[in-house]
């Protein structure tokens, strides 16, 4: 493409971010564009790190990969947890740069929002613990400690048990015995992917060694013990978690605990940081309908499900989960690619087909036969996975809600309205076919990177040039889909973020529970809950009323009842008596009447 001929030596380092909820065709038009424009993928998608989690994370099918290089996914074996947000930026960013070094540009895309949130904007990053001196060794070492995150001390289990139907995974994933570790560590580096050949990764052994030390810590404690300590080392971020929320508070007491450095130092910095590289551009394509994208989320999980994605959930359970974990409940499902939404719903079906005793050695396509049969010809089988997938819907659902309170509250709040506004471009459709996407998303999209690649050719700053960023924002026909400033500074307006140090807890004494944050309890205060259990109280306060005036009143016409008849004994008494005088006076006169006449 001509206009892209001298692209690179007039603007370096162009990036394009697409974000959006589950299922509004992210991917769909990351292909579009890296195909057209020889741009290549960049995940964001914590759970597409691993290798072997592909269908029910929408991971990218290897022909989708063969048309347009993705990166940033299948690092990882399923074993490995302790990643976080830093290890991921230092990651991405050398992708970033080898990309870059091929005239290239990343298109990141993904669901996990902190991931781009932390490549976009200029966030506190803690200090690299990734050294650039031994090759691969970074993803080598983790795996190396990756068999004891489930608790699986030994190597022989469930690995070796489970994958020696499936001749490729076991070439990758399981341990030799009578190997020596070079030989061991050889083979996985040569198994690697292509990106990490020649960037010589190493993670500082003596931070993964600490971070495993506190991880079996951690494992030795209640969550309420980890709650209380996460209080004493970091109040403040400790004060704006709920205390059930398990998983967040672990996390952030794993970052204390091993960088010795309270969250929420690097939390305050995170507010309202501005873009950290303005050369790029966002895309959100946007669903209008929220019950049309409930529906496309419910027809792409049977899409998934179809695809065998029961059995790659089967297949997961079977290599990391220890035979005595009973629920979808247990602590272990808050690790590594456990936590994803699509597996663990799945985990009821699983041991209802383990009760039924099926054959272990049995080829892919005998296991997916009797995964089949129990889902479509066996009666409680079909309920169970008919829970499960409703199950899985609804988490779905929810989840999408978060994505898009994430877009609006950090994407669009995290920097000054003026650099959102001149970059987020928002494709709205209203129907999820083909045709429509490509008219309300993929064209506009097309249509506004080949202008700005048009632009960035002819920029010359040196000539007091406008910045081709800025040139595409006052384009009569392509400032149509730019963000709204009206949505934007309503989305400001109506959730002014206040500091870590100004966050408040309240308690509801109707509803006896625990509110995070003065948003929250203003929403608290006027919801239907809320007002519902007002309304009990107030019932229960009438009736409790009514029941203490009615035993008062049973209370008085028992005493009144009394009165009465205690007043009618002495009436009867009183008249007994008189009756009595008045007889023994009449006797009294026969006897003197009597005595006269004698």
Not at 3 to 26: C, D, H, P, V, W
Not at 470 to 477: H, I, K, R, T
Request: charged content about 35%; hydrophobic content about 30%; some cysteine.
């Amino acid at each position: 493409m001509l206009f892209r001929r001298n692209m690179e030596k007039k603007i370096q380092n162009f990036s394009l971010y697409i974000i959006g909820t589950t299922a509004t065709g992210k991917t769909k038009l990351s292909l579009n564009i890296g195909e057209r424009f020889k741009g290549q993928v960049v995940s964001a998608d914590s759970m597409q790190m691993y290798r072997h989690a592909d269908i029910l994370t929408a991971k990218a099918t290897k022909e989708e990969q063969s048309i347009v290089k993705h990166h940033m996914i299948d690092i990882f074996d399923l074993q490995v947890v302790n990643f976080n947000r830093n290890d991921y930026y230092y990651l991405a960013k050398q992708a970033f740069d080898k990309i870059h070094s091929e005239n290239s540009f990343p298109i990141v895309i993904g669901g996990t929002n902190y991931y781009i949130e932390t490549l976009l904007f200029k966030q506190k990053i803690a200090e690299n613990r990734i050294n650039l001196e031994d090759p691969n060794a970074f993803i080598l070492e983790m795996q190396k400690k990756a068999l004891t995150n489930f608790g699986n001390t030994d190597e022989n289990y469930p690995l070796q048990k489970y994958q020696k139907n499936d001749n490729e995974s076991n070439q990758q994933l399981k341990s030799k015995d009578n190997e020596s570790q070079e030989d061991e560590d050889e083979e996985y580096e040569n198994n690697l992917p292509p990106l990490y050949e020649n960037d010589n990764i190493q993670k500082s052994k003596e931070v993964l060694d600490k971070e495993q030390e506190v991880r079996i810590q951690l494992q030795q404690m209640s969550n309420e013990e980890k709650y209380k300590q996460l209080k004493e080392l970091d109040p403040l971020i400790a004060n704006k978690l709920h205390p059930n929320d398990e998983r967040r508070i672990q996390s952030y007491l794993m970052q204390a605990l091993v960088t010795g450095i309270p969250p929420s130092n690097s939390m305050e910095d995170h507010e309202n940081v501005p873009l950290r590289d303005k050369n790029c551009l966002i895309f959100w394509p946007r669903c209008k309908s929220k019950e049309k994208l409930d529906a496309q989320i419910r027809k792409r999980i049977y899409e998934m499900i179809s695809e065998n994605g029961i059995y790659e959930a089967f297949y997961i359970f079977e290599t990391i989960i220890p035979q005595n974990v009973e629920s979808e409940e247990d602590p272990i499902f808050l690790k590594g690619v456990l936590q994803s939404i699509g597996y663990k719903e799945f985990f009821p079906f699983y041991r209802l087909y383990l009760s039924r005793n099926y054959p272990h050695n049995l080829s892919k396509e005998e296991k997916t036969a009797q995964i089949k049969q129990l889902m479509y010809e066996d009666e409680e089988g079909k309920k169970v996975i008919t829970q499960c997938i409703e199950k899985l819907v609804t988490h779905t659902i929810q989840y999408t809600k978060r994505q898009l309170k994430w877009i609006r509250h950090r994407i669009m709040m995290n920097s000054d309205s003026e650099e959102i506004k001149n970059r987020l471009f928002v494709f709205e459709f209203d129907e999820f076919t083909s045709e429509n996407f490509k008219e309300k998303a993929i064209n506009p999209a097309n249509e506004i990177i080949s202008k700005y690649f048009e632009l960035a050719e002819k920029y010359n700053e040196s000539n007091g040039d406008q910045h081709p960023i800025e040139q595409l924002a006052n384009d009569e026909f392509l400032k149509q889909y730019l963000i709204k400033l009206d949505e934007l500074m309503d989305v400001r307006k109506a959730h002014m973020k206040k500091g870590l140090k100004d966050w408040k807890n309240y308690y509801c004494d109707i509803c006896k529970k625990e509110i995070h944050g003065e948003l929250n309890w203003s929403i608290h205060n006027t919801s239907r809950k809320h007002k519902k259990a007002i309304k009990h109280i107030e019932k229960s306060a009438i009736r409790a009323k009514y029941q203490e005036l009615k035993s008062k009143k049973e209370e008085l016409n028992e005493k009144d009842g009394k009165e009465d008849k205690s007043k009618l004994s002495s009436d009867e008494d009183l008249n007994e008596n008189n009756n009595l005088n008045d007889q023994t006076q009449e006797n009294d006169k026969i006897q003197a009447e009597k005595d006269k006449h004698d």
